[in-house]
């Protein structure tokens, strides 16, 4: 059972689908925007030095190009939920202040 669980586990944490995984037990595990913007950074670097003439060259270019899309997908969803939080508690520290004004 313990095996089942890490490996679906290590797949959701590998397959990059969303900024934040929730893990019974554990808690909720958020991507490091620092990181995966370096990351975003060193693919592109890659694919500037990339031969695309050669046929291996087109085949690694092709899957850069889908991990890149991935990582900038992942990188606006975090920045999209991070906003979404800070909104949250900007409209809940208003209505907390409202509330005490009206005290």
């Given at each position: ?27 909720e595990f958020s991507i490091n ?37 991935t990582y900038k997908e992942l ?29």
């Amino acid at each position: 059972m313990l095996s089942l669980y890490w490996s679906h586990t290590r797949k959701l944490m590998v397959k990059k689908e969303d900024p934040y995984i929730f893990l019974v037990g554990l808690g909720e595990f958020s991507i490091n925007r620092k990181k995966l913007t370096k990351k975003i950074a060193q693919t592109y670097a890659y694919i500037d030095q990339l031969d695309k003439k050669d046929y291996t060259g087109i085949a690694k270019y092709t899957d850069l190009q889908i991990r890149l899309k991935t990582y900038k997908e992942l990188l606006s969803k975090s920045y999209s939920v991070l906003n979404a939080k800070k909104e949250f508690k900007q409209k809940h520290s208003d209505t907390q202040d409202q509330n005490n004004l009206e005290e």
